[in-house]
T-cell receptor
Framework: DQQVKQNSPSLSVQEGRISILNCDYTNSMFDYFLWYKKYPAEGPTFLISISSIKDKNEDGRFTVFLNKSAKHLSLHIVPSQPGDSAVYFC????????????FGQGTRLTINP | DAGVIQSPRHEVTEMGQEVTLRCKPISGHDYLFWYRQTMMRGLELLIYFNNNVPIDDSGMPEDRFSAKMPNASFSTLKIQPSEPRDSAVYFCASVRAPNTEAFFGQGTRLTVV
């Protein structure tokens, strides 16, 4: 039962343009959502998060949007840079309940010069 | 703090052998998660602990997998006997509640031949 889904295995974007990574979830009890970035041979590193009581959180070039009614969140990167090329994982947790931190399948983002 | 430390970084073993993966969480963190990275399921949650107590092991694929956390600074994931399909990268992550950011180790790449 994949509670967090990233349906795009890969995404290719031109440098300077906007990258949009998408994520869907099924468990309405999730109260925090996170995005992680992973480079080869390294562990995932935290990028940005959003509480379920918000619909937007911004940190520099990174913005996460949450649409609770659609059970959908997205990560926007503007402008995209070559160093952004990595695998991005969406994650969710229900701190008030099972407290399981679950991840999606990941999306490989490639920024082309 | 040195972060989450996993050992070994790489493990190559023969089918049927016992394999033990180790994790040292960040001091003061009260949650510890074990994940397996696969192409199909991304970061698959295997088991997690809260204050050294296993809370949910429903993600453990088979009885061949077991995990322990004898104290706050050490956890093991054991596979006995190992099979080629267990080959993957295994990650450990720790969290200090109520923060939502999980810190990951660099992973153990397991190859069972």
């Amino acid at each position: 039962d994949q509670q967090v889904k990233q349906n795009s295995p890969s995404l290719s974007v031109q440098e300077g343009r906007i990258s949009i990574l998408n994520c869907d979830y099924t468990n309405s009890m999730f109260d925090y959502f996170l995005w992680y970035k992973k480079y080869p041979a390294e562990g995932p590193t935290f990028l940005i998060s959003i509480s379920s009581i918000k619909d937007k959180n911004e940190d520099g070039r990174f913005t996460v949007f949450l649409n609770k009614s659609a059970k959908h969140l997205s990560l926007h990167i503007v402008p995209s840079q070559p160093g952004d090329s990595a695998v991005y994982f969406c994650a969710a947790i229900d701190w008030g309940g099972a407290q399981k931190l679950v991840f999606g399948q990941g999306t490989r983002l490639t920024i082309n010069p | 703090d040195a972060g989450v430390i996993q050992s070994p970084r790489h493990e190559v073993t023969e089918m049927g052998q016992e394999v033990t993966l180790r994790c040292k969480p960040i001091s003061g963190h009260d949650y510890l998660f074990w994940y397996r990275q696969t192409m199909m399921r991304g970061l698959e949650l295997l088991i997690y602990f809260n204050n050294n107590v296993p809370i949910d092991d429903s993600g453990m694929p088979e009885d061949r997998f077991s995990a322990k956390m004898p104290n706050a600074s050490f956890s093991t994931l054991k596979i006995q006997p190992s099979e080629p399909r267990d080959s993957a990268v295994y990650f450990c992550a720790s969290v200090r509640a109520p923060n939502t950011e999980a810190f990951f180790g660099q992973g153990t790449r397991l190859t069972v031949v």
